[in-house]
């Protein structure tokens, strides 16, 4: 089954001498398995072939060397074994990140 997931994020103030990279967005089974994983350059992708079964859509935020860069968010979500539906991923994006130096 296809699943969509999509984030809304929000402006984040950068450490100094840190560029954001691409935003990480993951499918992980029920034993903590990546099954389908893409670095996109927008907020959104679908992932299609997914059996079912509970899974959790994470969505990282990487800085321009691929290190993650603030806090994760997830979700779970249920592909129905009758095929009804379609799956579709919706999660709170992290508001902020909050660095202090020294």
């Known amino acids: 089954m296809k699943v ?3 984030v809304a994020v929000v402006s ?8 954001a990279g691409l935003l990480r ?3 992980v089974d029920s034993i903590g398995t990546v099954v389908q994983q ?3 350059s927008g907020t959104s992708a679908d992932f299609d072939g997914l059996s079912a079964g509970d899974y959790t859509a994470t969505a990282q935020r990487l800085d321009s060397t691929g290190a993650p860069l603030g806090d ?3 979700s779970p979500f249920t592909v129905p074994s009758d095929g009804s539906g379609g799956a ?3 999660y709170d994006a992290p508001q902020s990140i ?3 130096v020294g």
Do not use: F, K
């Not at 984040?12 to 560029?19: D, H, K, M, N, Y």
């Open 98 to 100: 909050t660095v202090t």
């Open 25 to 27: 967005l993951a499918i």
């Open 12 to 19: 984040a103030s950068l450490p100094a001498g840190v560029t």
């Open 72 to 74: 994760a968010v997830a």
């Open 88 to 90: 579709t991923g919706t």
């Open 38 to 40: 893409q670095d996109v």
């Open 4 to 6: 969509t997931v999509a």
